[in-house]
C-alpha cells in the first residue's frame, strides 16, 4: 500500500456515514437526504458496508498494481449498481414525479474508489496499446451498465429519459463544436506555425497576439465575436448561406478556433526549433530538399510535441463549448444552463458528466497516441 | 579532381574564409587542420554548398559546383559531422537508405546497397539494421554515418571532425577503417579536423588554416620537415616532431637483412619479429621500452630484417 492509497481508503471508508442518496418530491423540490440504511434497507445496508470491507480489504492488503485496478473498478461499478439499486427502492409505488439522486456518500466513495483505479492504473505502467484497450474497456464497462437500465430510476437518468433525444443531438453539436474548431486550429496552426520557424522575425509578436487572445475570457470573446460576425451574416451571402450569424454556433466556433491557436501555433514551433541541429546539418548535407526535410525529418521529430499540444487544445475545447450553450451554440451546456434556470440538479448533471466524461476518455486517447509515436523515449 | 579557385566567404563583414586556391587530387585525402574559427568548416561546407562562396569558384572534375541545383550537387558528395548527425526515428538502415531512396533506387538494391555497405564497415546487418540511433554505441553511429555518406559511391567524401566525439581507443580503430575503406574505394576525401596527429595519420596532403588563410598545405613529410610559418609549427608541436616525421613510415624501410653472412643479430634473437605495419617511430619506441639496440622486423614478403637504433635516430631527422 502506498501513500495515494492510504490517503483514499480514510473517506472510502468513512462514507457509508454520510447519506448515501438524496429524495426529491419532485424534480425541483428541496433535496431530504437518505441514509445508507434508509436507501438500501437493513440488509442491503449491511451487505454494501460488508462488501465495502472487504475490499478496502483487498486493496490494502493486495501488492500487485493488477489486482488493485481490477477491485478498485469493481469498487467503482459495485458503487454505481447500489445507486440504481436505491433509486428504485425508493422510488418503488410512489407518485412518477419523485426523484431520488446521488447524495454525499455516493459521491465521496465514487470519486475516491474512481481515484484508486486512477493511481493503481499509473502504477501499472502499461504500453500505449494497453492504455487504449483499458480506456476502451472502461467505456464498454460505462455503456453497458447505462444500457442494461440498472440505472434507470436515478433521476439523471430521468432526466435523460424525457430529453433522450435532444441529448444525442446537442452531443453531436458539442463534438462537432470542439472536434471542429481543434480540426480548424490544427489545419491552420501547424502551417503558421512552420511558417513562424522560417520568419523568425514574426514569430514574437504573432505568439504575442495569440497569447493576447488566450487571456480575454470566454464569455468577453464570444460576445466580441458577435458584431463582426453579425455584419459578415448580414454583408456576404454565401456566408449567411453556410449558417453563419452573430449568435449560435459560429461565434462559438470562432472563438474556440482562436483558444486554440496559441497552443498548437507555439507546440509546433518549439517542436521544431528543438531538432537537434546536427540532425537538419545531415538532412541538408544528403540532399534532402526544404520540403522533404520537412515531411520527412522535421515533422516527424516535432510530431509528439504537437501531439501533445492537440490534447491541451482539445481537452481545454470540450470544456470550453459548454460555455458557447450561452449565445445558443448548443452542446452539453444547454442541459447545464437550463438545470441552473430551473434549479434542477439532475439536469445541470445531465450536462456536466458526459462533458467530464469526453475530456477524460480523450485525454487518455491522445496519451496513449504520443507513447506509440516513433522516437519518443519509452 | 576538386579545385577551389580563390574561395572567399564574408559573413556579416566577417572574413571567415579568405582567398583559399586547393586542389585535391582524385582518389587522395586531404586534411584541412586549424584551430576552432580558422574557417576550415566554412570552407569544408562551401564544397557541398551548404554554404555559398562570397566570391572565387569551386569545381569538381572542371565543372562548377555553383551550376548544379544544390540538393543534386549534395546527393553526389558524402557528407559525415561530428555528431553523426543520424535520424533518431529511423532505423540504422533506414538511415543508410536516405539518399538511395531519395534518388529512387529500386527496393531491392536499396536493400543490397545497405547490407553491402554494413558488411563493408563490420556492422552486421541483421543486428546493427533495425535498431535506432540511440541503441548504438558512439562507434557504431559514427559507422553508421559513414556508411550513409558512402551510399551511392560519391567521388568525393566530405568529413567534419567525423571522430570527434569517439573516446581514444575507439578514434584509433575507427581512423583504420576510414584507411582501408578509402583505399578500397578510392574515394577522394576532404577531412577536417583540429587533431594534426589524425591528419599526418590520414592525409596525403594536409593544409593547415589559420584565420581563414592556408598556411601551407604539403604532404605530411614536408609539413613536418619543413614548417612554412610558426603557427604551422606550433600546431606540429616542437616537443615530439621527430617522433611524429618516424610516423609516417614503415621500420621495415630500414631494416637489413638477417641470416648468413649478416652477424650475429645483436637484438634478443628469441623476442618474436614487428609486425610488417610497424612505423618507425614504434619500433624506436619498443628498442627504448625493451632497452635493446636492434629489433627484428617482418616483411610484407614474409622474410624478415633487423633494425638498429642508431639507424632509427638518424631516419628522424630530415635532411
Do not use: C
Request: proline fraction near 6%; charge should be positive.
Amino acid at each position: 500500500m502506498n501513500g495515494g492509497t492510504r490517503l483514499l481508503i480514510l473517506p472510502l471508508a468513512l462514507s457509508p456515514l454520510l447519506p448515501f442518496a438524496v429524495f426529491r418530491a419532485n424534480r425541483i423540490a428541496e433535496a431530504e437526504p437518505r441514509s445508507l440504511v434508509a436507501a438500501l434497507g437493513g440488509g442491503g445496508a449491511a451487505l454494501a458496508v460488508a462488501g465495502l470491507a472487504a475490499m478496502i480489504g483487498a486493496l490494502v492488503l493486495a501488492r500487485r498494481a493488477q489486482v488493485r485496478t481490477v477491485v478498485a473498478a469493481a469498487l467503482v461499478v459495485a458503487i454505481l449498481l447500489a445507486m440504481g439499486w436505491a433509486a428504485a427502492r425508493l422510488t418503488a409505488g410512489g407518485p412518477p414525479q419523485v426523484r431520488v439522486g446521488p447524495g454525499a456518500g455516493f459521491w465521496v466513495a465514487l470519486v475516491s474508489a474512481g481515484l484508486l483505479v486512477v493511481d493503481a492504473r499509473a502504477r501499472l505502467h502499461p504500453r500505449p496499446a494497453m492504455r487504449l484497450a483499458i480506456v476502451a474497456v472502461a467505456v464498454a464497462i460505462g455503456a453497458a451498465i447505462l444500457w442494461s437500465g440498472a440505472l434507470s430510476q436515478l433521476s439523471i437518468m430521468q432526466e435523460y429519459g424525457n430529453r433522450s433525444a435532444s441529448f444525442w443531438r446537442e452531443g453531436a453539436r458539442h463534438l462537432w463544436l470542439a472536434f471542429g474548431s481543434f480540426a480548424a486550429a490544427m489545419l491552420a496552426g501547424v502551417p503558421l506555425g512552420i511558417g513562424l520557424t522560417r520568419a523568425r522575425r514574426a514569430s514574437a509578436p504573432v505568439l504575442g497576439l495569440l497569447t493576447m487572445l488566450q487571456t480575454i475570457p470566454s464569455m468577453a470573446l464570444f460576445g466580441m465575436l458577435i458584431a463582426p460576425l453579425a455584419w459578415i451574416a448580414a454583408n456576404v451571402p454565401a456566408a449567411h448561406a453556410l449558417g453563419i450569424r452573430g449568435i449560435g454556433a459560429a461565434p462559438a466556433f470562432a472563438a474556440l478556433f482562436l483558444y486554440s491557436l496559441l497552443p498548437i501555433v507555439a507546440n509546433t514551433v518549439v517542436g521544431l526549433t528543438g531538432v537537434p541541429r546536427s540532425v537538419t546539418e545531415a538532412a541538408d548535407g544528403m540532399g534532402l530538399t526544404r520540403r522533404q526535410r520537412l515531411t520527412s525529418v522535421d515533422v516527424p521529430l516535432a510530431l509528439p510535441v504537437i501531439v501533445s499540444a492537440a490534447r491541451i487544445v482539445l481537452v481545454q475545447n470540450i470544456g470550453m463549448a459548454t460555455v458557447g450553450a450561452l449565445i445558443g451554440a448548443g452542446g452539453f451546456g444547454t442541459f447545464v444552463f437550463q438545470g441552473i434556470g430551473q434549479t434542477a440538479t439532475d439536469l445541470i448533471l445531465l450536462g456536466a458528466l458526459p462533458t467530464v466524461a469526453l475530456a477524460f476518455a480523450t485525454s487518455a486517447v491522445l496519451d496513449a497516441l504520443i507513447g506509440m509515436l516513433p522516437g519518443t523515449a519509452r | 579532381m576538386i579545385e577551389l579557385q580563390s574561395v572567399t566567404k564574408d559573413f556579416a563583414g566577417v572574413r571567415a574564409v579568405n582567398d583559399v586556391s586547393l586542389t585535391v587530387e582524385q582518389g587522395t585525402v586531404a586534411a584541412v587542420v586549424g584551430t576552432s574559427g580558422s574557417g576550415k568548416s566554412t570552407l569544408l561546407r562551401m564544397v557541398n554548398r551548404l554554404i555559398e562562396p562570397t566570391s572565387g569558384r569551386i569545381l569538381i572534375d572542371g565543372a562548377d559546383t555553383a551550376g548544379v541545383p544544390a540538393p543534386d550537387l549534395r546527393r553526389r558528395i558524402g557528407y559525415v559531422i561530428q555528431d553523426h548527425g543520424l535520424f533518431p526515428h529511423w532505423s540504422a538502415a533506414r538511415n543508410i537508405a536516405t539518399v538511395p531512396v531519395l534518388l529512387r533506387w529500386p527496393r531491392a538494391q536499396v536493400r543490397t546497397r545497405v547490407r553491402e555497405l554494413m558488411e563493408m564497415l563490420q556492422l552486421d546487418p541483421d543486428v546493427i539494421g533495425p535498431r535506432l540511433p540511440h541503441e548504438l554505441s558512439g562507434g557504431q553511429a559514427q559507422r553508421v554515418g559513414v556508411a550513409r555518406a558512402l551510399a551511392v559511391r560519391p567521388e568525393l567524401l566530405l568529413m567534419d571532425e567525423p571522430f570527434g566525439a569517439l573516446d581514444p581507443v575507439i578514434r584509433a580503430q575507427a581512423q583504420a577503417d576510414l584507411a582501408r575503406v578509402q583505399k578500397r574505394l578510392g574515394t577522394t576525401v576532404i577531412l577536417v579536423t583540429h587533431d594534426m596527429a589524425e591528419a599526418i595519420r590520414l592525409g596525403d596532403r594536409i593544409a593547415v588554416m589559420r584565420a581563414g588563410r592556408v598556411e601551407q598545405f604539403a604532404a605530411p613529410a614536408d609539413i613536418i620537415a619543413r614548417p612554412a610559418t610558426p603557427f604551422v609549427a606550433d600546431l606540429l608541436g616542437e616537443g615530439d616532431r621527430a617522433f611524429r616525421y618516424l610516423s609516417l613510415r614503415p621500420a621495415a624501410d630500414l631494416a637489413r637483412p638477417e641470416g648468413p653472412g649478416a652477424g650475429p643479430a645483436a637484438g634478443d634473437a628469441d623476442a618474436p619479429p614487428l609486425s610488417p605495419g610497424t612505423t618507425m617511430a614504434e619500433a624506436l619506441s619498443e628498442m627504448i621500452w625493451t632497452g635493446r639496440d636492434h629489433v627484428r622486423v617482418a616483411r610484407a614478403d614474409g622474410t624478415g630484417g633487423t633494425v638498429s637504433r642508431d639507424d632509427l635516430i638518424r631516419a628522424g631527422r630530415p635532411e
